[in-house]
């Protein structure tokens, strides 16, 4: 599972300062050497962890000293606010439309788990915020795409749109579009093409649904066992199609987290959504805080 082997470093950092009645400046600067160096192990962006040092630096030598807080226990707090703020703060729901229909576009390489996410995102839609969502299959390279959606689709009883790889993936959409006001969905999820690398056509592809759904929300999914190329996938997706949401997959997996600590501080845009295994119910709404304490340990 990620962020393991820093939440122990981090939690070794603390463990010298913790019980302290009084802070010396050693004790401090050795804390945060070791906090700056578990962030770089994990694989953090070198600029993010300068910034984050400093940040709490500035915060733990201007803080007065709460009486409710040892000063030790009032660094670690500190540090934990400033992962909770990298993190970005708050929860990011889906962008519903307060009247029509609301248009999700899933977007992402090759392999990061778009199809995977676009069916986790359509279930929680359905049984946890009472929508009617509709699939659209708009990866018309591969085949083997749209027969994974159809699958995926029947096994949360959500009806999945296609016109197969014979039918362009703009015009999947726009005839997916009015088969959604036709058939009364309120939510359209569009599954679109991914590549292994971004290129000019992707993007094109991508720009061309874009223009015409008009997607309330616009998510992008990272792998992060990709480490810190999460940062420039993001960057170049989001350069080029303005993304809205982060859907980071694969946490399960054995990666050291940094990507995804550096990912929404450099993009700026929230992570909406986090992947945590292969089955359906392995999606969770992403909650900087609840994430802070995971990786705080
Ligand atoms: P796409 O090419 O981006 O549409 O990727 P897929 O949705 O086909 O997923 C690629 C592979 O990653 C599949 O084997 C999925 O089961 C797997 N996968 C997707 N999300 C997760 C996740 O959160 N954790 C794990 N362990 N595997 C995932």
Redesign the pocket.
């Known amino acids: 599972m990620a962020f393991e082997s820093l939440s122990e470093r981090l939690g070794k950092a603390f463990k010298n300062i913790t019980g302290k009645g009084k802070l010396s400046e050693k004790n401090m600067n050795d804390m945060l050497r070791e906090v700056r160096m578990s962030l770089l192990e994990a694989d953090v962006n070198y600029g993010v962890v300068k910034d984050f040092i400093a940040r709490v630096k500035e915060k733990a030598l201007g803080t007065e000293v709460m009486t409710s807080l040892n000063p030790g226990q009032m660094v670690v707090k500190i540090v934990h606010d400033e992962i909770v703020a990298l993190l970005g703060n708050e929860e990011a729901p889906i962008n519903y439309k307060k009247t029509g229909i609301t248009t999700v576009m899933m977007v992402?390489?090759?392999?990061?788990?778009?199809?995977?996410?676009a069916a986790k995102i359509a279930n929680v839609m359905k049984k946890k915020q009472s929508r009617k969502p509709l699939l659209v299959a708009c990866?018309v390279i591969r085949p083997a795409?749209i027969e994974?959606l159809k699958t995926l689709g029947e096994s949360i009883d959500v009806e999945v749109f296609s016109l197969g790889v014979e039918t362009k993936a703009l015009e999947t959409a726009q005839k997916a579009m009015d088969y959604a006001k036709e058939q009364g969905y309120d939510t359209v999820v569009f599954?679109t093409a991914?590549r292994l690398h971004i290129d000019e056509e992707l993007m094109q592809e991508l720009s061309d649904i874009k223009a015409f759904v008009h997607p309330d929300d616009i998510l992008l999914?990272v792998d992060a066992m990709t480490g810190q190329d999460i940062v420039n996938v993001a960057s170049s997706f989001h350069e080029q199609l303005s993304v809205t949401g982060l859907v980071l997959?694969?946490?399960?997996?054995d990666s050291r987290g940094g990507g995804i600590l550096s990912v929404r501080s450099i993009t700026q845009v929230p992570v909406k959504f986090v992947?945590?295994?292969?089955k359906i119910e392995?999606l969770d709404v992403f909650h900087p805080d609840r994430m802070a304490d995971r990786i705080l340990g």
Request: aromatic content about 0%; hydrophobic content about 20%.
């Open positions: 992402g390489l090759q392999g990061t788990g778009k199809t995977t996410a990866d795409a994974q599954d991914g999914t997959t694969k946490l399960d997996g992947g945590l295994g292969e392995d």
